[in-house]
């Protein structure tokens, strides 16, 4: 097995998953990322979840999409094409579309691009990013929330949304920070054998890269962007300035540029 970022093979086992522990990751010397050994399979299935309502603001959901929306809007002034991937229930479109945005979403699910059709009148096409050409448009911006981790092949994804970009255009990408002193507090307590997440037995893991900043500014500056921001954030707003400060939130969210 080799890195699936920068192909070496200088990987440690850093934490294992399942009742068996039969999910093993490992964690790259050389760019830092963390691997899933995709031996055992993975499920990506069980993020599908019932069609939450998008004007429903009691709704977890919503909440957090606008809240990426509002960061977008305070570090992006100008306007133009916007192109959200994984675009969910399409909040996100929505408040980008109230502020000025072209907008458009790709999402995996017919269902959701259906009901993002009929109730917000925003239009979603159904593919798969490697499969989405856009009819030769081009985006000023690319939204990609909590869909990297999910795919084995970053360097392709990134490269795919450059070519999707304007040039100079920006990307938005949020994830799970794997170097989060809460996280990596947890694998300590479970490498000492001080704690045990009980998991099914149907249980499998539906992430197979996990970055940090190291191995996502590798990623970065592989795939010819530049990195224009790296903030950290968690699900309580309350903690969110403190994260963005200093680093050590659970999830990231980085703001990268095309070349111009």
Known sequence: MKCRLCGGSDLKLYYTQGDRDQFRFYKCGTCGLVNLDLCEGMDQAKYTEAYIDPMDMGQRQNIFQKASYDVIKSRIKTRGRLLDIGCGNGRLLLEASKDGWQVEGLELSTAYAEAIRSSL????SVADLFDFDGAGRKFDLVVMRHVLEHLP???AALKKIRTLLTPGGYAVLEFPNIEAPELRWKRFLRNAGLYRKRYAETYSPGHCNEFCRESFLYLV???GFSMIEWKTYSSSPILNPVYGLTGIGAKARAFI????
């Open 121 to 124: 009148g925003i239009d979603v």
């Open 153 to 155: 092949d970053s360097v």
């Open 221 to 223: 500056e592989r795939t």
């Open 257 to 260: 540029r095309s070349p111009a």
